[in-house]
């Protein structure tokens, strides 16, 4: 049975720092891409970043760009998102998704195991 458990949620005043986990279990996770995505109250969930199987390649949304970073520990099957410079706008559910081998994608519709989510909210 695959589980993917996120961490690291909380609350944080706007220009502060979080950082969220992700540990994985019940997959091959070294062929893995992973990737977080996010909802807003009212709004679709969203693409925020993903890295490929290696971790050699990374991918991010225009809005977290240059603010937001991506990583992955095999050994350790988990992954993690670096978010600095937070805005009230980054305030969201986040879920940490897994796709079953292939090349990276932005799309949620690849990602076969979703996690239950993190609370992130940015007070301004």
């Known amino acids: 049975q695959v589980q993917l458990v996120e961490s690291g949620g909380g609350l944080v005043q706007a220009g502060g720092s979080l950082r969220l986990s992700c540990a994985a279990s019940?997959?091959?996770?070294?062929?893995?891409?992973m990737a977080w995505f996010r909802q807003a109250p009212g709004k679709e969930r969203v693409f925020v970043a993903a890295?490929?199987?290696?971790?050699?390649?990374?991918y991010y949304a225009d809005s977290v760009k240059g603010r937001f970073t991506i990583s992955r520990d095999n050994a350790e099957k988990t992954v993690s998102l670096q978010m600095n410079s937070l805005q009230f706008e980054d305030t969201a559910v986040y879920y940490c998704?897994?796709?079953?081998?292939?090349?990276?994608?932005?799309?949620?519709?690849?990602?076969?195991?979703w996690g239950q989510g993190t609370q992130v909210t940015v007070s301004s």
């Open positions: 998704a897994a796709k079953r081998g292939g090349i990276t994608s932005r799309s949620g519709d690849e990602y076969s195991y």
């Open positions: 019940g997959l091959p996770f070294s062929i893995s891409p």
């Open positions: 890295i490929s199987n290696g971790g050699r390649y990374t």
